[in-house]
């Protein structure tokens, strides 16, 4: 059974920057879209990025575009999120996923595998 673990979490002052990772067992991320998605108190989990499986094209939420970046290191099994210029109102759980549709999916039912989260928190 595939698992995915998130880690790169933790407490950052507004404007600061920080690198999520995600690693995976029993499962190969290269034949996989991968996802990052957040969840904030009381709001529904959204996607914040995603990288495609066949030709690396990716995704941004336009609250993120520029300032966060989504990529993957096959050789480590593993798939990355950059996040720079953070917001009080980007605190929030964040979790990648992993699906296997034809096509780079943003919504959370085209993503099969989950972790199980990463507590973000943008503060003074």
């Known amino acids: 059974q595939g698992q995915l673990v998130e880690s790169g979490g933790g407490l950052v002052l507004p404007g600061g920057s920080l690198r999520l990772s995600c690693a995976a067992s029993?499962?190969?991320?290269?034949?996989?879209?991968m996802g990052w998605f957040r969840q904030a108190p009381g709001k529904e989990r959204e996607v914040v990025a995603a990288?495609?499986?066949?030709?690396?094209?990716?995704y941004y939420a336009d609250s993120v575009k520029g300032r966060f970046t989504i990529s993957r290191d096959n050789a480590k099994n593993t798939v990355y999120l950059q996040m720079s210029s953070l917001k009080p109102e980007e605190t929030a759980v964040y979790y990648c996923?992993?699906?296997?549709?034809?096509?780079?999916?943003?919504?959370?039912?085209?993503?099969?595998?989950w972790g199980q989260g990463t507590q973000v928190t943008v503060s003074l």
């Open positions: 996923a992993a699906g296997r549709r034809d096509w780079l999916g943003v919504r959370l039912y085209e993503y099969d595998y």
């Open positions: 029993g499962l190969t991320l290269s034949s996989y879209n």
């Open positions: 990288i495609s499986r066949s030709d690396g094209r990716k």
